[in-house]
T-cell receptor, first 116, second 115 residues
């Protein structure tokens, strides 16, 4: 089954304790992205990756890091989490964005993070 | 910067009625407009999308219309059913070469269909 998986689904942590949220897709997609969802704000892009070893900032990258060492994985790293990073996080993937081509983004189930 | 405004934020309809959700976008270069449905505890799922060379697209009970001149697009759900109850998001992005793939999302509409 084609899917995007995230782990963990729920996480409660304390300020300053480094954490990693994993994301994996089995669709051989080049493009992967992280979003955070907050009430009244919709989804906002944190980071994205066009391919292996190619990453770039989205709209709200502060406090986050990513890496793309393999095509299927795109982990989100919070080096020193703070309470304002309490949110619902989604990973998404799609095939390479081409003119008029397939660019539907498929989302994972989400990770609810609480930073105390 | 790029912005997508979505209205209404909540919508309650009787089963069988129609529901309409509207979005406006600011970047005239946007040319891809997907709609996502998010059920409780799940990630957003694409339900329909439209590209700027098309004015309307239908898929069974759902349809999307696009007015590029006015920079707005709408989702129409006919004969609503209780299982249509969810949060709906519109989004916009710029397709084509050089596209970063970034989707700009609206704020979301919580649709409640009453039996």
């Amino acid at each position: 089954e084609a899917q995007v998986t995230q782990n963990p689904r729920y996480l409660i942590t304390v300020t300053g304790k480094k954490l990693t949220v994993t994301c994996s897709q089995n669709m051989n997609h080049e493009y992967m992205s992280w979003y955070r969802q907050d009430p009244g704000l919709g989804l906002r892009q944190i980071y994205y990756s066009m391919n292996v070893e190619v990453t770039d900032k989205g709209d709200v990258p502060e406090g986050y890091k990513v890496s793309r060492k393999e095509k299927r994985n795109f982990p989100l790293i919070l080096e020193s989490p703070s309470p304002n990073q309490t949110s619902l996080y989604f990973c998404a993937s799609s095939s390479l964005i081409l003119a008029g081509g397939e660019d539907t983004q498929y989302f994972g189930p989400g990770t609810r993070l609480t930073v105390l | 910067g790029e912005n997508v405004e979505q209205h209404p934020s909540t919508l309650s309809v009787q089963e069988g009625d129609s529901a309409v959700i509207k979005c406006t976008y600011s970047d005239s270069a946007s040319n891809y407009f997907p709609w996502y449905k998010q059920e409780l505890g799940k990630g957003p799922q694409l339900i329909i999308d439209i590209r700027s060379n098309v004015g309307e697209k239908k898929d069974q009970r759902i349809a999307v219309t696009l007015n590029k001149t006015a920079k707005h697009f709408s989702l129409h759900i006919t004969e609503t059913q209780p299982e249509d109850s969810a949060v709906y998001f519109c989004a916009a992005s710029k397709g084509g070469s050089g596209n970063t793939g970034k989707l700009i999302f609206g704020q979301g509409t919580t649709l409640q269909v009453k039996p």
